[in-house]
């Protein structure tokens, strides 16, 4: 029995034995298995699946924490068993993955508690692994606590789904030198697959950085600017990972493509204007890159970008600039942001819609600065070479300029060396900038002269005196040019001052003024000529003695023999000879019979010259012929007549012909075809200018001639037309006076014959009635020929001044009402009305009454009288000023009639003036009545106007102005 239980012990030891040393086995596997990889995946797949193995259960799960300590995440499931329905544990299983386990869970912390190791026999009693228990069949489970020097990596269960299990001490054991193994393999894994990462997040970082450098380089290379971006652009794709990126530079706010790298090619793009794209403007406000989903995209901006065949875009805007620091108002010292966009990076993310991370933003930024920098400094670089141009481009304008002004410029230092000069320097003075000569050396050899011919010293030449420091404006003096001749010379200096306004050296400016001189004298040599022509006319009356003066002075001027003067006839336009010089007995008729066709108006192959004539030009005749028709003739005649026309105000009056003409005589048979002029000058352009100025004065003392004795048979006239008037107006008065008296006795015998057939009884009715109408048509006519008489007679009266005025003040518009009561009952055919502007004063004139009425009232007789079809008569008064000017009455009468002609209206006002619509008319009158009135109206200092269209039926309009009597307040 003995022996029994020895062996019976004896087997339980052997079985203990081989289960230790299986299980030993299986971890030293499991620790192989599990060091055999450093692939965190890997590893836990091992472990879940051989954990169910060496602990002999069916299930194994393990959660690992995440990196913020606070959640168990699951990562490993193995099952190995089937007793649940498949479909149950895929759902379950689909649930397990998306679930987790708070690091506060009481279950974990006791799990911690007991040094990691912890058997729930009934997980149902675990109200915070209820719900978990719940979904995936968890009756009982051993939690192991995955730790690794003293830091939870993770959790592993192990459990028997649906089944309550008691776990043995071997069981517990396995699972802890399990947990142990595995917590040390996923820590190392973990720690390996972060040492992957920092590795690999080193390698991007120096291939960031060498794309970078490479970047760098390329803008500081010197290279052109698309070289350049286009290196930047590569590097950008490739570090952002991306096969398709560009670069567009932001030129007058509009996008425009320069360079990509970008699969497949397109096409540029056009430009766009920045405004319309939305998400760029929003990177320029952020000054940081913006990712966009093409969703995201403006109508504008997914058009280009679809141009450019790109999706979900990264922009990076290219900044310049940085931040500096200004001082405020309060002294205080506050950053300015003063950066500016001038381009944008777009990165193409086709295959994901996912932002890059920092990192990989922060690369772009780098790229995107170099560009931006690139950019600013070929922007730099091109303003910069713009203004070498255009300083280039002014520095040669200026020295053509320099070299091409008239003026010889030289620049001399202190001691009279030459520093700087233009090209006609040395044609002035030989001096130049690339000779060693000094002023002083130059002067002892080129002495120069004042322009009255004296020497100058050499210490009195302009530019010695300016270097004394004297001031040198207009100079002038002689020299001798290059090719002997005289040259007069015009000198202006100036101080050349350095940056303290000390000498340091002068500039002068020669100016050949030659000509100048030459004109001048020539002007002063025409202004003696034409002064002593004034002086010999002045005086004269006598027209041909005033023009043989001017000629004979003409002749003496130019240097002439002979001349001629014709007078020109505009009846018959042709010119008549008046007097000539240096010809004898009739040489001068047959030297003008022979130059007559030039000046012919019939002659039309010479228009040109006549027309010259006619605009008062001096006209030079040149021809050339053979004076003789034989075979043998060696005398040529060559023709040099200057013709100068005397005219005033375009009038032509005369001519004057003045001859040089000139006599060739054939060389000798030595010299066959050349020829031996006789000595005789022509005429310039400044004789023709001195003959032009002095037949101007001709044509001047003619007209004044002439004007005196027109004024002296005006004067004549006039006394003889004065002396007509006063007999006429002394006839007027006689006849008047002499027509009064049979006038009043004719209308005193009318009336007494129509009182006495008044009374007769035995005259037949008949012949009563017919006596009584001659008679009063004798009253009638008389008392129209006493008008006629009467107004003779004040005609008269206002011609010599005999009209008295009675003054006094009167209320001009109830005058005006008179003269409308008394006249509207003169017609009935006539309507007369009145109107009054209101006013803030009445209308108070100063003025004769009986003369006043009689200038309205002969106003409305005409406007009656000359509207034989009757209508309206309008008078209306007003009150007017203007500009500060005494205040006026207007009094405007206003008709229907037959109007008075445009032609006759400046004539209206005159003495026995009638218009000569009024001949078809009944009306009658002589014509005194409207310049009575004017007459009556200048002695009130009044006006009168008339405004008409000379259409019948449109009338006339006559407005009377009077001034306005105006109290003096002082006087009241």
């Known amino acids: 029995m003995q022996s029994k239980r020895f062996s019976s012990a004896d087997s339980q030891e052997q079985n203990r034995l081989r289960k230790a040393l299986r299980e030993s086995e299986l971890l030293r596997d499991l620790a192989e298995l599990l060091a055999s990889s450093l692939d965190p995946t890997r590893i836990l797949q091992v472990l879940v699946r051989r954990a169910t193995e060496v602990c002999d259960v069916s299930r194994c799960t393990v959660w690992l924490l995440d990196d913020s300590h606070t959640t168990f995440l699951p990562s490993a499931y193995h099952m190995s068993t089937l007793n649940i329905k498949s479909n149950v544990l895929q759902a379950a299983d689909r649930v397990w993955r998306h679930s987790s386990i708070s690091f506060e869970n009481p279950v974990i912390q006791q799990l911690l508690r007991a040094n990691g190791l912890l058997s729930l026999p009934d997980l149902s009693t675990e109200t915070s692994m209820l719900p978990l228990a719940e979904k995936f069949f968890v009756r009982s489970v051993l939690l192991v606590a995955l730790i690794r020097e003293d830091r939870p990596v993770g ?13 043995s001490h071997d069981q517990l054991q396995m699972a802890r030198a399990i ?14 697959q972060e040492a992957q990462i920092e590795r690999k997040r080193a390698e991007r970082l120096i291939e960031r950085a060498q794309s970078i450098y490479q970047v760098a ?13 286009e290196v930047a652009v590569q590097h950008l794709a490739r570090g952002l990972h991306t096969d398709q990126a560009a670069i567009a530079l932001l030129e007058h706010n509009q996008l425009v493509l320069t360079n990509r790298s970008c699969l497949p ?4 793009a056009p430009a766009a204007l920045i405004s319309t794209f939305e998400n760029c403007c929003a990177a320029i406000s952020q000054q940081y890159p913006v990712f966009i989903h093409q969703e995201q995209l403006t109508r504008a901006e997914q058009s280009w970008f679809e141009h450019l065949k790109m999706h979900n875009i990264l922009i990076i805007p290219l900044l310049v600039g940085g931040t500096h620091y200004q001082l405020t108002h309060q002294q205080e010292c506050t950053p300015s942001h003063d950066k500016h966009c001038v381009g944008f990076a777009f990165v193409n993310y086709s295959q994901t819609p996912r932002p890059p991370s920092s990192g990989y933003l922060a690369f772009a930024q780098d790229i995107a600065a170099h560009c931006a920098l690139a950019i600013e400094k070929a922007h730099h670089l091109a303003e910069s070479q713009r203004v070498q141009a ?8 200026l020295n053509a300029v320099f070299n091409a002004m008239t003026e010889g410029l030289i620049v001399c230092d202190t001691q009279g060396k030459v520093m700087l000069s233009n090209e006609n320097a040395e044609r002035f003075l030989g001096l130049t900038g690339k000779t060693q000569k000094q002023l002083a050396d130059y002067l002892q050899h080129h002495p120069v002269y004042t322009l009255t011919g004296q020497q100058i010293a050499p210490e009195h030449f302009p530019l010695t005196r300016a270097l004394h420091g004297e001031r040198v404006r207009g100079e002038r003096y002689l020299d001798t040019s290059h090719d002997g001749s005289e040259q007069a010379i015009e000198v202006n200096i100036e101080p050349l001052l350095d940056n303290n306004l000390q000498k340091i050296g002068i500039v002068s400016a020669f100016r050949d003024i030659t000509e100048q001189v030459r004109v001048e004298r020539r002007i002063r040599r025409a202004l003696d000529t034409m002064l002593h022509a004034a002086e010999a006319v002045s005086g004269l009356t006598d027209i041909k003695e005033i023009l043989y003066r001017v000629l004979a002075m003409t002749l003496t001027a130019l240097n002439c023999e002979r001349g001629v003067v014709q007078i020109y006839q505009e009846e018959q336009q042709d010119f008549v000879p008046l007097l000539a010089i240096g010809f004898v007995e009739d040489e001068a008729r047959a030297w003008l019979d022979e130059h007559a066709g030039w000046f012919s108006p019939d002659a039309n192959h010479h228009h040109g010259i006549q027309e010259q004539l006619r605009e008062g030009h001096a006209t030079l005749v040149s021809e050339e012929h053979v004076i003789s028709a034989q075979e043998h003739s060696d005398i040529i005649n060559q023709t040099l007549v200057l013709a100068t026309p005397i005219t005033h105000n375009k009038h032509l009056l005369g001519m004057m012909l003045l001859d040089r003409s000139t006599y060739y005589k054939k060389a000798t048979s030595r010299t066959p075809g050349a020829t031996r002029p006789l000595p005789a000058p022509g005429f310039n352009a400044w004789d023709m200018a001195v003959v032009e100025g002095i037949a101007q004065f001709a044509a001047l003392a003619i007209e004044q001639t002439r004007w005196q004795q027109e004024a002296e048979i005006a004067r004549t006239n006039e006394a003889t037309m004065r002396e007509s008037n006063a007999l006429k107006d002394e006839f007027l008065a006689i006849t008047a006076h002499e027509f009064r008296t049979p006038l009043t006795i004719i209308l005193a015998h009318s009336q007494m014959m129509s009182r006495l057939l008044g009374k007769a009884v035995e005259v037949v009715p008949e012949l009563k009635e017919r006596l009584n109408e001659s008679i009063s048509y004798i009253e009638e006519q008389t008392r129209q020929l006493t008008n006629i008489v009467n107004t003779f007679l004040e005609v008269t009266r206002l011609n010599r001044g005999q009209i008295e005025l009675n003054s006094e003040e009167l209320n001009l518009a109830d005058l005006l009402k008179e003269a409308v009561h008394s006249q509207s009952a003169t017609s009935s055919i006539h309507h007369i009305s009145l109107n009054i502007t209101r006013a803030h004063k009445p209308y108070i004139i100063r003025g004769d009454r009986a003369r006043l009425q009689q200038i309205f009232v002969n106003l409305l007789q005409n406007a009656i009288k000359y509207s034989p079809d009757g209508g309206p008569i309008t008078i209306t008064i007003a009150q007017t000023q203007r500009n500060g000017a005494t205040p006026q009455i207007e009094v405007t009468v206003a008709d229907k ?3 008075v002609p445009v032609q006759a209206q400046q004539h209206l006002f005159e003495r026995f003036y009638r218009a000569p ?7 009658r009158g002589v014509g005194l009545g409207l310049y009575v009135v004017a007459e009556f109206l200048r002695l009130h200092n009044g006006t009168i106007e008339v405004e008409s269209s000379g259409i019948a039926g449109e009338g006339s309009r006559f407005t009377v102005k009077l001034p306005r009597f105006e109290k003096d307040s002082s006087s009241a």
């Open 390 to 397: 255009l300083a280039n481009e002014r520095a040669n304008t």
């Open 217 to 229: 380089m390329a803008v500081n290379s010197g290279d052109e600017l698309p070289d350049v971006l």
């Open 179 to 192: 947990g142990q193994q595995a917590a040390v393999a996923i820590d190392n894994a973990r720690l390996y």
């Open 265 to 268: 090619l397109v096409s540029n």
């Open 897 to 899: 009639g037959i109007g």
């Open 155 to 167: 959790m592993m269960s192990l459990d028997n789904p649906g089944r309550c299990t008691e776990f």
């Open 917 to 923: 619509n009024i001949s078809h008319s009944q009306a």
